[in-house]
């Protein structure tokens, strides 16, 4: 079984910055797709980015390419979201899951909060 805890989120201004951080704990997470999603109040979930294994690849919800990056950190077992630019249509609870093939998503965590204040 594999634990995700996600951090780092908040409130911030529009136009500020903020770096989401996702823990496995439980096993390594070093062979897994780990990808970042969104659901923001009133609407469904979304797919933001996600990064292969060995980090090599990357890949974006298209409106959010240039504002948000992905990286992974496999001796730490962690996953990042780095969101630059925030607008207030980028709030929402953020989610990271890990997969053993895309786009199958096996684990998932609780979700860390962002909101956008214009």
């Known amino acids: 079984q594999v634990q995700l805890i996600e951090s780092g989120g908040g409130l911030v201004q529009a136009g500020g910055s903020l770096r989401l951080s996702c823990a496995a704990s439980g096993r390594t997470v070093s062979g897994y797709v780990m990808g970042w999603f969104r659901q923001a109040p009133g609407k469904e979930r979304e797919f933001v980015a996600r990064i292969s294994w060995s980090g090599a690849m990357t890949y974006y919800a298209p409106p959010l390419k240039g504002r948000f990056t992905i990286s992974r950190d496999n001796a730490k077992n962690t996953v990042y979201l780095q969101m630059n630019s925030l607008e207030p249509e980028d709030t929402a609870v953020y989610y990271c899951?890990?997969?053993?093939?895309?786009?199958?998503?096996?684990?998932w965590g609780k979700g860390t909060l962002v909101t956008v204040s214009s």
């Open positions: 899951a890990a997969g053993g093939t895309w786009p199958t998503m096996d684990y």
